[in-house]
């Protein structure tokens, strides 16, 4: 399966091929002259067996690049891509074509604000607008309601995780002996499975640094109150319903974890009191759980490092 980026009207297909080419992609040869010199309307990048589809309209200077899912970060990190918050000025611009860039980009972007943006361009008074506008709400609509039947799926499974981590967590506030915390330390396969794999050997570096002394999960008085959040990696790389419950730091490091992993945040507050003690970082590895304690700390250093995104 792939995905379309939406990349800056202002970023050149000679300055985009040059970085593209510093993580080893290859321009492949085009079958005809564009109608920009130098900005071709079709281009294809490929290192070994996989392709970058690149799309430039000229009307508009909408660029877009389809990209695999399991594209790795390092080339991400080297593309101007857009998100909605960049799309939403272009829709609400005086400009015609910079209208029509907004309208086709949102397309690609199906969120409920940029999609109130475009039905309003369904009234426009150009008819190319008012078509290309309904077309593209026409997508968008169809992408939300496809992710609204995929988030109530995705919710019903995390209640029955939910149900399973409530007496494990329970369990670890009274683990005295540390035998329960030590069924949990990650085996030296899991960071390729919790991790993206290019950063997967230096997480086991730092983990088993961290677990040569093991982390603990304090005792609490009987009738603590748990609170759990709970969410794929995919959702912490930006503020949702999901996300809020985990430690900020998580946005940061987000796209270093496997984005389909489930990751789990919590809290436990003793009776009679607001606060308590906040743990994170238990992941479920298909089959069984595993701790790996503040991510966000443990992978500081490859935050923003060369190669990473």
């Not at 169809?142 to 109530?152: K, P």
């Not at 677990?211 to 008085?221: E, F, G, L």
């Not at 109150?225 to 503020?239: D, H, N, R, V």
């Amino acid at each position: 399966m792939n995905a379309t980026l939406v990349l800056a009207p202002e970023r050149t297909f000679d300055a985009l091929s040059q970085a593209l080419s510093a993580a080893g992609w290859v321009s492949l040869p085009q079958k005809s002259a564009p109608i920009i010199p130098g900005e071709p309307e079709h281009a294809l990048f490929e290192r070994g067996e996989t392709r970058l589809a690149y799309s430039f309209n000229p009307v508009c200077q909408l660029r877009l690049l389809e990209v695999p899912l399991d594209i790795d970060h390092a080339t991400v990190a080297l593309l101007p891509v857009q998100n909605a918050d960049d799309v939403r000025p272009w829709l609400m611009s005086a400009d015609e074509r910079t209208q029509l860039r907004g309208i086709l980009a949102a397309a690609h972007l199906p969120r409920a604000d940029l999609l109130a943006g475009v039905e309003k361009l369904t009234s426009h008074a150009r008819a190319s607008i008012v078509q290309a506008a309904q077309q593209s709400a026409a997508k968008m609509r169809a992408a939300l309601e496809a992710d609204g039947d995929a988030r109530a799926t995705a919710y019903a499974a995390l209640k029955v995780l939910e149900g399973q981590l409530t007496p494990i967590i329970h369990a670890l506030a009274k683990d005295t002996d540390g035998s329960l915390t030590a069924m949990l330390r990650p085996r030296p396969e899991d960071y390729a499975r919790a991790f993206v794999p290019e950063i997967a050997e230096a997480a086991r570096t730092a983990y088993e640094a961290l677990w040569a002394n093991p982390p603990r999960v304090s005792s609490t008085p009987s009738g603590s109150q748990l609170k759990l959040s709970i969410a794929p990696a995919g959702m912490l790389t930006e503020a949702n319903e999901l996300s809020r419950g985990f430690p900020g730091g998580y946005r940061a490091i987000a796209p270093l974890l496997d984005p389909h992993r489930v990751w789990v945040a919590w809290k436990l507050i003793p009776p009679g009191k607001d606060a308590g003690m906040a743990y994170d970082g238990l992941v479920w590895l298909d089959d069984r759980w595993t701790w790996f304690p503040k991510p966000y700390r443990a992978l500081a250093g490859l935050v923003g490092a060369p190669g990473r995104s």
